[in-house]
């Protein structure tokens, strides 16, 4: 099993800048990828960034450019620094971290981009 918990999530006005941070604990030996998702009132859940190595990462189209996802192997954490913040980018965002045979979650963390 892996534990996943968020932090760093907030209100900020549009034009700026928040990190996420996601710690992972437990059986991370069996970790491959590790990624954030995003989920907005009525919509459906999202992948945001997708993290397996320096050289491998994806992003959504609608965050390319402002949003880089890096990892921390030492300490066990992947972070979501996200700058140019707008509107739209308001959802819970979640932690997601993939085995080979298991995904998990971490609880959510609520970013909020207004005025």
């Known amino acids: 099993q892996v534990q996943l918990v968020e932090s760093g999530g907030g209100l900020v006005q549009p034009g700026g800048s928040l990190r996420l941070s996601c710690a992972a604990s437990?059986?991370?030996?069996?970790?491959?990828?590790m990624a954030w998702y995003r989920q907005a009132p009525g919509k459906d859940r999202e992948l945001v960034a997708r993290?397996?190595?320096?050289?491998?990462?994806d992003y959504a189209d609608s965050v390319k450019g402002r949003f880089t996802i890096s990892r921390d192997n030492v300490k066990n954490t992947v972070a979501l620094q996200m700058s140019s913040l707008k509107p739209e980018d308001t959802a819970v965002y979640y932690c997601?971290?993939?085995?080979?045979?298991?995904?998990?979650w971490g609880q959510g963390t609520q970013v909020t981009v207004s005025s």
């Open positions: 997601n971290a993939g085995s080979w045979t298991d995904q998990y």
């Open positions: 437990g059986s991370i030996g069996d970790i491959y990828y």
């Open positions: 993290f397996f190595n320096d050289a491998n990462k």
